[in-house]
């Protein structure tokens, strides 16, 4: 298997695990409004659709997904045994799970998926590169989506602006100024995805933005950001960990704050304070024509 797909990074064996069993807990945020957007309008409701979660991860999305048939596929082999664990009443569905590179040719029939869903993966998929490079791998991406939806079929996508992921994580307050500008390259704002989305076949006017107004980091009282498991189920601190020096001035910055509780209690008052008013994270939603 290739593994130019992804940039930013895969999740394999122990770090599979980690996703899930992080000390911060990850939350299915948004699926409500997903699920809404997936059977409103006259779409069939969601026990009679063919869903598709690309990519599914360890499955977070997937115990709500009681679809007539479910496509689940992800780079990695880890987060795919554990997302086909929670498929809900498999006996009651047809389920088709698969290793993939979701920027390489899908092996999913043309027409034929009511819905997709596509949670926080878009980073994954674009490079540091400025211009048409950075957008190759998730163009390619959006072109398969496209060509697998049935017409009048949805496609959601959760993702984090550049702003959101600037503002909404108090622990990247304390990674090296150079890490997080770096890690921000890889975020889209909403502009750069629908232009992506009408490439690849979508219209400007089916394409709808919506903004997640729950914290990522539920527990972000109680989040140590030097606990491992953290640090490893965090694309995030791939950037932060990434050199010595940076991860020597995020030791010092950690030690400062904790020395200083109110200042750390503030960080995170803002965090969550900018998830309240701008949102964790952004919902696109788009109806194939
Ligand atoms: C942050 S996780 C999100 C998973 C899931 N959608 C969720 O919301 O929990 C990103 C996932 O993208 C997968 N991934 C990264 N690059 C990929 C690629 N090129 N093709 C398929 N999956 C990829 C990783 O293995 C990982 O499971």
């Not at 899930?20 to 939350?27: D, G, L, T, V």
């Not at 009679?48 to 599914?56: G, K, S, T």
């Not at 503030?266 to 952004?282: C, E, H, I, L, P």
Request: glycine share 8%; charged share 25%; net charge negative.
């Amino acid at each position: 298997m290739k593994t130019t797909g992804s940039r930013i990074g895969n999740y394999s064996g122990e770090d599979a695990h980690n996703y899930e069993a992080s000390a911060h807990p990850r939350q299915p945020v948004g699926i409500e409004d997903m699920l809404r957007f997936l059977t409103d309008g006259g779409q069939k409701p969601l026990k009679d659709q063919v869903v598709a979660d690309l990519p599914c991860g360890s499955g977070l999305y997937v115990p709500f997904l009681a679809a007539k048939k479910l496509i689940l596929a992800d780079f990695s082999e880890g987060m795919l045994g554990e997302a086909k664990q929670v498929v809900p009443n498999p006996q009651d569905r047809e389920l088709v799970s698969f290793q993939a590179d979701l920027t390489e040719t899908l092996p999913i029939e043309s027409k034929s998926v009511d819905s997709i869903l596509c949670n926080q993966f878009i980073h994954h998929v674009t490079t540091p590169e400025h211009g048409p490079e950075r957008w190759k791998g998730l163009g390619k991406v959006f072109d398969s989506f496209h060509r697998i939806l049935k017409p009048g079929g949805r496609l959601t996508i959760s993702f984090c602006t550049r702003e959101q992921v600037a503002h909404s994580y108090w622990t990247h307050s304390i990674f090296a100024d150079d890490a997080i500008a770096e890690e921000l390259t890889y975020y889209p704002d909403r502009e750069e995805l629908s232009g992506l989305l009408v490439q690849a076949g979508f219209q400007a006017s089916d394409i709808g933005f919506d903004v997640i107004r729950q914290d990522l980091q539920a527990d972000i009282w109680t989040i140590d950001p030097m606990d491992p498991s953290v640090q490893s189920g965090d694309s995030g601190f791939r950037f932060a960990l990434k050199t010595s020096e940076r991860r020597a001035e995020m030791q010092s910055k950690w030690q400062a704050l904790q020395a200083d509780p109110d200042a750390l209690h503030s960080r995170k008052a803002a965090a969550r304070d900018f998830v309240a008013d701008k949102g964790s994270s952004t919902l696109c939603l788009a109806t194939k024509a």
